[in-house]
């Protein structure tokens, strides 16, 4: 699709920055739906839930992240190297909080269902994903509130031949990917890691071999949570608003990434995340935005009609 | 013996069905006609005969449908469609009448009588569902729900932008200037977005005064016959040789198709029959609320009449009964009228509807870990779950199961 956008933007105005500001923009976009994908497809590559408390772990994190800046007194006044290191500061506030959060919603609802059929943890998440989205409203307020624009979102940090890298896409795509490379080797290498391998492929061998099938599950929630809160924070500086629904919407994106990628595949995840994205951003910039969710639905029907198991492949308990 | 104690616990149940209906027809005589407990009585029915339909997809056949709110839609607004004022240039502004009495008769629009139109919901749904259900075939557990829910959500957004959408121009080109068949003027549009089509025409019936909307004791009996006869429809089905396929399917649909049940047709016979369920509660909605709103269709309900389902117990229909009249009790009697004065009497200030979805969130998680199979659930899974008959007795009743379907 962006191809056909590109030859059409060649012939129409004779040059590819319009095509080249979407990709931008949609990478950008679609890294902070990376993050969040992630940690629904850990969840479910692990204990086969699709976790529908995520998308608000993610909006917790975006407040967390917002009454941070607020403890911290920054403003748009803030030097710069202060500014970096109260974010740095921030971004791990957020993520440490989200992330317990989320394992304190395994712990107190998936748990203790971990026998019960499928569809009754799924069902305690859905009642999550309620109380998560009053705590917000209760918080908040129910409509949008606007976030300091600490990092000049929408300044133009530099340019090549007229597509434009603004300090926010700047901030999601650093962030992210310094988070995806370390989470991808925590899974390869570290030890904690090859426990979650090992109970993702069969829960019961795992604890055959000595591994505490509990504990790293726990562990599995709280990193998930982690990269939620670490996209929260981005989220709310890259948007520069934010309110109680924000995680609902993430929600249904991410998950929608992590299938289209296909599900419990951690590459599957990003690729999906930021196609996402890409598909939005040319949307919104020549559909329309009311109807972008559409498109992007329409073509995850698409991806699982042509590809059942996503488009990277899946990799769960019944894939092998 | 153990025949006999057979007899006896079917009699019980055959009499308790028989009190429940009495008890649901006499209960309208207790309250007044215009009550606000006979408005959430009929709106507790409408849904009961959703969560049974999707109890067919869900609890039969054990196809998780994340998207049922667009059977919702797609009901609604062929009542919109066919009984309001909003295709009000049809006909060169003459209006199409159809079997309609009472005011509807004289106004512009289309107006077609509600049993029609529930026929027409029924055909329009069930053709959807069987859409919805064709990319799904090849896939299996949560796939298959991530695309109802996709399918759902477009439909939902289509709602919502479909006062953008100009049908009006190609339908009098094609099907309008097919002969019977009106056209219904260049301005019409799909929907009209979240403004909504209102007002819905009343149900009219023949021999019957056309309802208002200050006797809710008519609506609740129209909405206890379409229970009725839902709940009909449910046990025979479940009972038959269909219902015993779409259970072996469910249970391992390798061994069920190795014993010849065709897939693509139980599964697609399984959505297309849980669609026009949704269908015809969506027409009867679409009238009864008096408007066909794209607000009304959002993910949210899908969930609703879901947790219904799960709460009652999957596949097991008198549990659905119960849970969903539960679930719409507690949405729209115990959250707004019951639990709302209870922070101000306790000194606290706030409005706990804010926080509605949240109470609704802690009971269906508290109900969940107290009692993960549902309030009356269905016998295998009950046993199942407390691990009787899950070695030899499951697997020799299973084979049965399959033997029969074939």
């Keep these: ?320 | 013996m153990s025949a006999a104690l057979g007899k006896i616990k079917g009699f019980d149940q055959r009499f308790l069905v028989i009190a429940a209906i009495l008890f649901a027809i006499l209960l309208p005589f207790f309250f007044d006609r215009g009550s606000s407990f006979m408005d959430d009585a009929v709106l507790a029915l409408a849904y009961v005969v959703m969560a049974l339909g999707l109890n067919v997809i869900v609890g039969f056949a054990g196809l998780l449908d994340l998207g049922y709110v667009a059977f919702f839609a797609i009901g609604a607004y062929t009542m919109g469609w066919l009984g309001s004022t909003f295709y009000s240039q049809a006909n060169g502004g003459e209006g199409v009448h159809l079997l309609v009495t009472g005011a509807a008769a004289n106004l512009p629009g289309i107006h077609v009588n509600f049993l029609l139109v529930l026929v027409g919901a029924i055909i329009l749904t069930t053709i959807a569902g069987v859409i919805i259900g064709l990319p799904t075939l090849r896939l299996r557990g949560d796939y298959i729900a991530i695309v109802t829910l996709a399918f759902g959500e477009i439909i939902g957004q289509v709602a919502a932008n479909g006062d953008q959408v100009r049908i009006g121009g190609i339908w009098d080109k094609t099907l309008g200037a097919l002969p019977l068949i009106p056209d219904l003027g260049s301005e019409a549009t799909l929907t009209r977005g979240k403004l909504g089509i209102s007002p819905v025409d009343k149900i009219d019936l023949p021999f019957v005064d056309p309802f208002t909307s200050l006797d809710i004791r008519s609506w609740y009996f129209v909405a206890l016959g379409l229970v009725l006869i839902v709940l009909f429809v449910n046990v025979r089905l479940r009972d038959s040789r269909l219902g015993r396929a779409w259970v072996a399917l469910r249970e391992d649909e390798v061994a069920a198709i190795s014993m010849g049940i065709p897939t693509v047709k139980t599964k697609l016979m399984a959505y297309g029959t849980g669609a026009a369920l949704g269908g015809m509660s969506g027409a009867f909605l679409g009238s009864y609320l008096n408007t066909v709103n794209a607000s009304q269709f959002e993910f949210i309900f899908s969930i609703f009449i879901l947790a219904m389902v799960i709460l009652g117990g999957l596949g097991s229909v008198w549990g659905v009964v119960i849970g969903a009249i539960l679930l719409s009790f507690v949405n729209s009697w115990l959250i707004p009228d019951v639990l709302n004065g209870l922070p101000g009497q306790l000194g606290l200030d706030f409005d706990l509807t804010q926080v509605s979805f949240a109470i609704f969130g802690f009971i269906l998680v508290i109900v969940m870990i107290l009692r993960p199979e549902g309030l009356i659930p269905e016998r295998s899974r009950k046993q199942e779950m407390h691990g009787i008959g899950t070695g030899d007795r499951a697997g020799a009743g299973s084979d049965v199961e399959l033997g029969e379907a074939r």
């Design chain 1, 1 to 320: 699709m962006p191809v056909a956008f590109a030859i059409h933007d060649l012939t129409a105005d004779g040059s590819l920055t319009r095509i080249g500001n979407n990709l931008v923009d949609g990478v950008s976009n679609g890294a902070i739906w990376a993050l969040v994908a992630l940690g629904y497809t850990m969840v479910y590559g692990i204990v086969e839930l699709i976790n529908f408390a995520h998308g608000e772990v993610f909006m917790i994190g975006s407040f967390i992240a917002f009454a941070a800046f607020g403890w911290f007194g920054m403003d748009l006044n803030t030097a710069i190297p202060l500014l970096i290191l109260g974010l740095l500061l921030c971004l791990l506030i957020s993520a440490i909080a989200s992330g317990t959060l989320n394992a304190m919603i395994e712990r107190v609802g998936y748990r203790p269902l971990r026998d019960a059929p499928k569809l009754a943890p799924l069902i305690t998440a859905v009642g999550f994903s309620f109380i998560l989205q009053n705590v917000g409203v209760l918080w908040l307020g129910g409509s949008q509130v606007s976030v300091p624009d600490l990092i000049g979102s929408q300044d133009v940090l530099f340019q090549i031949s007229g597509v434009e890298v603004t300090n926010g896409d700047a901030l999601a795509i650093l962030t992210t990917v310094p988070l995806v490379l370390a989470l991808t080797f925590f899974i390869d290498r570290a030890r904690l890691g090859k426990a979650m391998r090992a109970t993702a492929q069969d829960p019961d061998a795992a604890r055959l071999m000595g591994i505490d099938v509990d504990k790293t599950i726990s562990a599995t929630f709280l990193i998930g949570g982690l990269l939620a809160g670490a996209a929260g924070l981005i989220y709310a500086l890259y948007q520069t608003t934010i309110w109680f629904h924000q995680g609902f919407e993430a929600g249904l994106i991410a998950f929608t990434a992590a299938v289209m990628g296909g599900i419990g595949n951690l590459r599957g995840a990003v690729i999906g995340g930021i196609l996402i994205g890409v598909i939005q951003q040319i949307s919104d910039n020549r559909i329309g935005p009311e109807w972008t969710p559409v498109i992007v639905f329409a073509f995850l029907v698409l991806v699982m009609v042509v590809r059942p198991r996503g488009l990277i492949g899946e990799e769960t308990r019944q894939a092998g």
